[in-house]
């Protein structure tokens, strides 16, 4: 299981060297506080041929990679999350399909990046 996390972790820096894995203090909503892996900066998005870097943290919570990440986009001053947004939820949760595609099956993991 730990080959499958570090194979991940390293999917990701390949694909987005800003987003380097550390360990970090998160806390749950029952306000139980755990160090989990985390990966926090900017990702590139293109919206209407514009390219935006957005902030997001990346939590691979305790039962990764049975389960998927939690993501946040993490908005800066400047910024707000739209109403309304299809995959992103009002307190910066992102929820797209292919978030929840990495989990863990039979004869290996998907990874997220």
């Not at 390293?10 to 909503?29: G, I, W």
């Not at 389960?67 to 992102?94: E, Y």
């Amino acid at each position: 299981m730990k080959w499958h996390v570090r194979q991940h972790l390293v999917h990701l820096v390949e694909a987005y060297s800003n987003l380097q894995p550390k360990t970090a203090v998160f806390t749950h909503n029952d306000d139980r506080t755990v160090n989990l892996l985390q990966a926090d900066d900017t990702v590139p998005i293109t919206f209407q041929g514009a390219t935006y870097n957005i902030p997001v943290i990346i939590w691979l919570m305790e039962s990764y990679p049975h389960h998927a990440p939690l993501v946040f986009v993490n908005p800066t001053r400047d910024m707000m999350i739209k109403r309304q947004h299809p995959f992103v939820s009002p307190n910066g949760v992102v929820s797209v399909p292919y978030i929840h595609s990495c989990v863990f099956e039979k004869g290996g993991a998907k990874p997220l990046f």
